[in-house]
């Protein structure tokens, strides 16, 4: 099992940045890809980003390539998402998730977050 608690999120002025972090506990954080997901209002969830479990290998979104960054810190049992030039469209709830990397970027992974909400403003 492991456990993922996401925090960071808040509300923004459109161009402005936020840093949201996932603390995982449990089995060893090292060893799961792990990936950066959204929902908005009335919309399906969607992927944002992954990182695989040495950070050696990242993926986006086309709607947010050159503006989020994913890492991880492996000592910390942190997964972080950088996100730069936010626009109104970013906002949603996201949510960090664990597993297998083929599972983590189709969105069937086995452990998520609550979520933390995320608002820009325009």
């Known amino acids: 099992q492991v456990q993922l608690v996401e925090s960071g999120g808040g509300l923004v002025q459109a161009g402005g940045s936020l840093r949201l972090s996932c603390a995982a506990s449990?089995?060893?954080?090292?060893?799961?890809?792990m990936g950066w997901f959204r929902q908005a209002p009335g919309k399906e969830r969607e992927f944002v980003t992954a990182?695989?479990?040495?950070?050696?290998?990242?993926y986006y979104a086309d709607s947010v390539k050159g503006r989020f960054t994913i890492s991880r810190d492996n000592a910390k049992n942190t997964l972080y998402l950088q996100m730069n030039s936010l626009k109104p469209e970013d906002t949603a709830v996201y949510y960090c998730?664990?597993?297998?990397?083929?599972?983590?970027?189709?969105?069937?992974?086995?452990?998520w977050g609550q979520g933390t909400q995320v608002t820009v403003s325009s």
């Open positions: 449990g089995r060893t954080f090292s060893s799961y890809a």
């Open positions: 998730a664990a597993d297998e990397p083929e599972r983590v970027v189709a969105g069937t992974a086995r452990y």
């Open positions: 990182i695989s479990w040495s950070g050696g290998s990242t």
